[in-house]
């Protein structure tokens, strides 16, 4: 994109912001930072937030939140985080990429839990961390984990998890866990092999895409946020049209294309965005090639292509019960000719019987016949 001379660049958290002063915003409207402030409820993510409530509430032991890249996961963790009590103790991990006895020192680590040298043992940290609960709950504190991109856990970690499932009393659970990632863990948990760890997911929430009019929203709550006036007018309605079929609604990708599009009218001297400046952001973005499906399409395609499925397998199971009729029936017509050419047989063989005992008894009769014809005058 072209940049005329004396185009003012002011830095702001090592991301260049060249329309805030041209549009009124007092803070950058669509970084794709996880800031709370700028969270759109969306009747998705209010249920996804309360989702998470209930979890801290209820009797359950794990809660399973998933979602697409950039779906706004991390972004509700954050809001969720910020309306507990005092009367909560939480540790979060946000790099899952350890062994089962990393992440009980990371777990001790972030509950203040303090290991001697020397001890670093598995039952030495779950001993602790039992104290730890056991005391919190004496005191009438809950204790939650919270596990982010858990879809990089590994098996053996995952089985930890169960474990600490296990910590106890005779009436509650010491420890609510929170798992938070992409769709794939929702793949990897209903595996055959995980069906333990599963069991124990007492609650499941999946964020998708924004609808339309979700992302209209979005993009008018974030403007009014950042301080900008005539949030209704800066994009037109066709560029919201577009910013939702290039982005398939998810918040990511839609706070991309905003604030490239918004620096396309301010380096173009717009007063707003129009599709084409969306189009044109798009195109630098690289996302006009490969648009993403909104959640309608999605919708369709997935019905379009279990409907062939069904009629394919439909056509086999009728392909293979019209052969397996066309064998039994030649295996009866066999049978039916062996029967009859039995018969026939049969038949012939009573039939020479009949005619040989005739024959006989014909030549029996003639034998008697001939003397008494021989001693007529």
Same mark, same amino acid.
């Given at each position: 994109?072209?940049?005329?001379?004396?185009?003012?660049?002011?830095?702001?958290? &090592?991301?260049?912001?060249?329309?805030?002063?041209?549009?009124?915003?007092?803070?950058?409207?669509?970084?794709?930072?996880?800031?709370?402030?700028?969270?759109?409820?969306?009747?998705?993510?209010?249920?996804?937030?309360?989702?998470?409530?209930?979890?801290?509430?209820?009797?359950?032991?794990?809660?399973?939140?998933?979602?697409?890249?950039?779906?706004?996961?991390?972004?509700?963790?954050?809001?969720?985080?910020?309306?507990?009590?005092?009367?909560?103790?939480?540790?979060?991990?946000?790099?899952?990429?350890?062994?089962?006895?990393?992440?009980?020192?990371?777990?001790?680590?972030?509950?203040?839990?303090?290991?001697?040298?020397?001890?670093?043992?598995?039952?030495?940290?779950?001993?602790?961390?039992?104290?730890?609960?056991?005391?919190?709950?004496?005191?009438?504190?809950?204790?939650?984990?919270?596990?982010?991109?858990?879809?990089?856990?590994?098996?053996?970690?995952?089985?930890?998890?169960?474990?600490?499932t296990n910590l106890e009393t005779?009436?509650?659970?010491?420890?609510?866990?929170?798992?938070?990632?992409?769709?794939?863990?929702?793949?990897?948990?209903?595996?055959?092999?995980?069906?333990?760890?599963?069991?124990?997911?007492?609650?499941?929430?999946?964020? &998708? &895409?924004?609808?339309?009019?979700?992302?209209?929203?979005?993009?008018?709550?974030?403007?009014?946020?950042?301080?900008?006036?005539?949030?209704?007018?800066?994009?037109?309605?066709?560029?919201?049209?577009?910013?939702?079929?290039?982005? &398939?609604?998810?918040?990511?990708?839609?706070?991309?294309?905003?604030?490239?599009?918004?620096?396309?009218?301010?380096?173009?001297?717009?007063?707003?965005?129009? @599709?084409?400046?969306?189009?044109?952001?798009?195109?630098?973005?690289a996302l006009e090639d490969a648009?993403?499906?909104?959640?309608?399409?999605?919708?369709?395609?997935?019905?379009? @292509?279990?409907?062939?499925?069904?009629?394919?397998?439909?056509?086999?199971?009728?392909?293979?019960?019209?052969?397996?009729?066309?064998?039994?029936?030649?295996?009866?017509?066999?049978?039916?000719?062996?029967?009859?050419?039995?018969?026939?047989? @049969?038949?012939?063989?009573?039939?020479?019987?009949?005619?040989?005992?005739?024959?006989?008894?014909?030549?029996?009769?003639?034998?008697?016949?001939?003397?008494?014809?021989?001693?007529?005058?």
């Open positions: 994109m072209f940049f005329p001379a004396g185009t003012e660049i002011l830095s702001r958290g &090592g991301c260049q912001v060249m329309y805030d002063r041209y549009f009124g915003f007092n803070e950058p409207p669509f970084s794709i930072s996880p800031n709370p402030d700028f969270l759109y409820m969306s009747e998705m993510h209010q249920d996804a937030l309360a989702h998470l409530n209930h979890g801290v509430s209820d009797d359950g032991c794990i809660t399973l939140l998933t979602g697409g890249v950039g779906t706004g996961k991390t972004t509700i963790c954050r809001c969720f985080l910020e309306q507990l009590d005092d009367t909560t103790d939480v540790a979060v991990i946000l790099n899952p990429k350890l062994k089962a006895i990393e992440l009980l020192a990371a777990i001790c680590d972030e509950f203040r839990i303090s290991i001697r040298n020397g001890q670093n043992g598995v039952k030495r940290h779950i001993d602790k961390l039992n104290r730890f609960l056991l005391d919190a709950h004496a005191r009438n504190r809950r204790s939650l984990l919270i596990i982010d991109e858990a879809q990089n856990l590994d098996k053996d970690v995952l089985e930890m998890v169960r474990l600490l005779s009436r509650q659970k010491l420890l609510k866990i929170f798992l938070l990632g992409q769709s794939e863990l929702s793949v990897m948990l209903a595996r055959h092999d995980m069906r333990q760890i599963s069991q124990r997911i007492t609650g499941r929430f999946h964020l &998708g &895409g924004l609808n339309l009019r979700d992302v209209h929203g979005y993009i008018q709550h974030r403007i009014t946020v950042a301080g900008g006036g005539q949030s209704n007018k800066l994009f037109a309605a066709r560029a919201v049209r577009e910013i939702y079929r290039l982005s &398939g609604g998810i918040p990511r990708l839609i706070n991309k294309l905003c604030d490239r599009s918004l620096l396309g009218a301010y380096v173009d001297e717009k007063g707003s965005v129009s @599709a084409a400046i969306v189009r044109k952001a798009a195109r630098e973005l648009p993403s499906k909104t959640p309608g399409d999605r919708l369709r395609l997935a019905l379009t @292509a279990v409907l062939a499925i069904l009629l394919m397998v439909t056509l086999w199971v009728d392909s293979t019960a019209d052969h397996y009729r066309f064998e039994s029936d030649q295996q009866l017509t066999r049978q039916y000719q062996l029967e009859e050419q039995q018969s026939v047989a @049969a038949s012939d063989q009573d039939s020479a019987a009949g005619t040989e005992n005739t024959t006989q008894a014909d030549r029996a009769a003639g034998s008697e016949r001939t003397p008494m014809q021989g001693n007529t005058p």
